[in-house]
């Protein structure tokens, strides 16, 4: 699990951002041993399984200093009431976005200088804002590696 909070203050814009983002990651690893390849039969080495995924929301919420200053000082040095409770602020509509990342990654090893892996995934973005659109993307990869070694 991951929480991370964050508040900043431009001050070339006077701008202060609050940024808060949560999320939970999962990751399982699983080996099958002597695992027999159906066209290769006479193969017996060890097959990789490996499934992955995350779960992340970010939201940013941006205020305008200088606006929100101006309205509390607008009546003057005078009147001025020390209960921060009557003033109000004025937020801009939140931002940030969700996105659930999901992968699954079964490997072979043939040789202790071959392996081959198989690897899909899934990313998808869903924003907060309307900004931008909701965005779905499957990648597929085909891995081989061979190991040179030389003593």
Not at 6 to 33: D, F, H, P
Not at 86 to 99: C, D, F, L, N, W
Request: no cysteine; glycine share 4%.
């Amino acid at each position: 699990y991951e929480y991370s909070e964050l508040t900043s203050l431009a001050l070339s814009n006077s701008n202060v951002t609050e940024r808060t983002s949560k999320g939970l990651t999962l990751s399982i690893t699983y080996t099958i041993r002597n695992f027999r390849m159906p066209f290769f039969r006479n193969l017996t080495n060890n097959l990789d399984i490996t499934l992955n995924g995350n779960y992340i929301e970010d939201t940013e919420q941006r205020f305008l200093l200088d606006s929100d200053l101006d309205r509390a000082l607008s009546d003057g040095h005078q009147s001025i009431v020390r209960d921060p409770s009557i003033y109000s602020i004025s937020p801009r509509p939140p931002s940030g976005q969700t996105r659930i990342n999901a992968s699954s990654v079964i490997g072979y090893r043939f040789t202790n200088t071959l392996q081959a892996n198989f690897e899909y995934s899934l990313s998808r973005i869903i924003p907060k804002s309307t900004r931008s659109f909701e965005r779905t993307i499957h990648d597929i990869r085909f891995n081989i590696r061979i190991n040179i070694r030389s003593t």
